[in-house]
């Protein structure tokens, strides 16, 4: 089910992760959005397992370590 969540919103999710501070120190924003956008269409797991490490890792650094709350949903949190 969260594959197909994320496959169904991808773009959307690719665009909220990759603007994340955390994010950008690790990764280039571009590629990370390229990544979420080809879960639309991919049944590679490799690409869900990527996205989902970095939506997860997003999540966890603004909880955890900027001490921000999380309420709502991933698009609230992230948004």
Request: net charge negative.
């Amino acid at each position: 089910p969260v594959a197909e969540w994320m496959g169904r919103r991808g773009s959307e999710l690719g665009k909220l992760v990759a603007a994340q501070e955390s994010i950008k120190e690790i990764c280039d924003p571009s590629n990370v959005e390229k990544l979420f956008a080809i879960l639309e269409g991919s049944h590679d797991k490799r690409d869900g397992q990527a996205a989902w490490v970095l939506l997860f890792y997003a999540l966890w650094h603004r909880r955890h370590i900027q001490g921000l709350a999380a309420e709502g949903d991933v698009f609230d949190c992230l948004g």
